[in-house]
């Protein structure tokens, strides 16, 4: 078919030019010599040796031309082979690289979660401790809603030393009282003067003291928690009536008593 085309209409030495290019360029591809023996004289049409025409192979420029015509086509199939190929991998390289950010995003994630699960713990860790500090430190009134009938250190005939040693908190006779904190149990028994009295020994290393108790609930080395009954409030011992005798104490014993309403405001409680 390529035989019959007129050879008057094939020219265009650039043509040849960029065929033998792309020849030269498949020549592995070659099954013969014949795409080898063509292309030389192409060659020889550009270096301004005779023209195709003056040579007389026209016929074989002819064969050239659809062999060229084949060859482009081959040469274009494999470019195109080549460019999807390149494709492919620049794909897959993308692809890879896109995979290897996520994991590295989701290692960070992960990480992340995993130090803000640690904040957390140690946060809530940090919370208990500080409301057991707070539980062990609060401090409550000796009897619920009562108030002070007698101030610290007030002066009267009534006491041995001329003066109130603590301060006496109003409670009917037979009124829960107490421990105003967590502590132990020093003193539990008939005090004298104080009539039955417990004295506590406080978590801080202070004292407490309650006197004139119609009865006692509590004995010597028992631990008490803030807000436990350890007795009745009464009018035992130097009394004039039933009330809650109450000191603070640096010691266990009289005589070192402290202001017990600037003790118990220290404590937070309201009085
Ligand atoms: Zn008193």
Same mark, same amino acid.
């Given at each position: 078919?390529? /035989?019959?085309?007129?050879?008057?209409?094939?020219?265009?030495? =650039? $043509?040849?030019?960029?065929?033998?290019?792309?020849? #030269?360029?498949?020549?592995?591809?070659?099954?013969?010599?014949?795409?080898?023996?063509?292309?030389? &004289?192409?060659?020889?049409?550009?270096?301004?040796? &005779?023209?195709?025409?003056?040579?007389?192979?026209?016929? #074989?420029?002819?064969?050239?031309?659809?062999?060229?015509? $084949?060859?482009?086509?081959?040469?274009?199939?494999?470019? !195109?082979?080549?460019?999807?190929?390149?494709?492919?991998?620049?794909?897959?390289?993308?692809?890879?690289? *896109?995979?290897?950010?996520?994991?590295?995003?989701?290692?960070?994630? *992960?990480?992340?979660?995993?130090?803000?699960?640690?904040?957390?713990?140690?946060?809530?860790?940090?919370?208990?401790?500080?409301?057991?500090?707070?539980r062990l430190s609060a401090f409550q009134l000796p009897v619920a809603g009562s108030y002070v009938t007698t101030g610290y250190k007030s002066s009267g005939s009534l006491w041995s030393s001329?003066?109130? =040693?603590?301060?006496? /908190? !109003?409670?009917?006779?037979?009124?829960? +009282? %107490?421990? #105003?904190?967590?502590?132990?149990? %020093?003193?539990?028994?008939?005090?004298?003067?104080?009539?039955?009295?417990?004295?506590?020994?406080?978590?801080?290393?202070?004292?407490?003291?309650?006197? !004139?108790?119609?009865?006692?609930? #509590? =004995?010597?080395?028992?631990?008490?928690?803030?807000?436990?009954?350890?007795?009745?409030?009464?009018?035992?011992?130097?009394?004039?009536?039933?009330?809650?005798?109450?000191? *603070?104490?640096?010691? &266990?014993?009289?005589?070192?008593?402290?202001? &017990?309403?600037?003790?118990?405001? *220290?404590?937070? +409680?309201?009085?």
């Open positions: 078919m390529a /035989f019959t085309r007129a050879t008057g209409k094939h020219r265009a030495p =650039s $043509r040849l030019t960029r065929t033998r290019a792309k020849a #030269v360029g498949v020549a592995a591809l070659a099954t013969t010599g014949v795409i080898g023996g063509l292309a030389a &004289p192409a060659l020889a049409a550009d270096s301004g040796t &005779p023209s195709v025409s003056d040579t007389g192979l026209g016929q #074989v420029i002819a064969i050239d031309k659809t062999l060229a015509d $084949r060859i482009d086509a081959q040469a274009d199939a494999q470019q !195109h082979q080549a460019d999807a190929a390149a494709k492919a991998k620049a794909e897959a390289q993308r692809k890879a690289e *896109a995979e290897k950010k996520a994991e590295a995003k989701a290692k960070a994630k *992960a990480k992340a979660d995993a130090k803000r699960a640690a904040e957390a713990r140690a946060e809530k860790a940090r919370a208990a401790r500080s409301a057991e500090r707070t001329g003066s109130h =040693s603590g301060i006496d /908190f !109003h409670a009917a006779s037979g009124s829960s +009282v %107490v421990a #105003v904190g967590a502590g132990t149990v %020093v003193e539990a028994g008939w005090g004298g003067a104080y009539g039955n009295n417990i004295v506590l020994r406080m978590t801080d290393g202070t004292y407490t003291q309650y006197g !004139h108790l119609s009865s006692i609930g #509590v =004995s010597v080395g028992q631990s008490v928690g803030v807000g436990q009954q350890i007795g009745l409030s009464g009018s035992t011992g130097n009394s004039t009536g039933p009330h809650l005798h109450f000191e *603070a104490r640096t010691t &266990p014993s009289y005589g070192s008593d402290m202001d &017990p309403v600037a003790y118990l405001r *220290a404590h937070g +409680v309201n009085v």
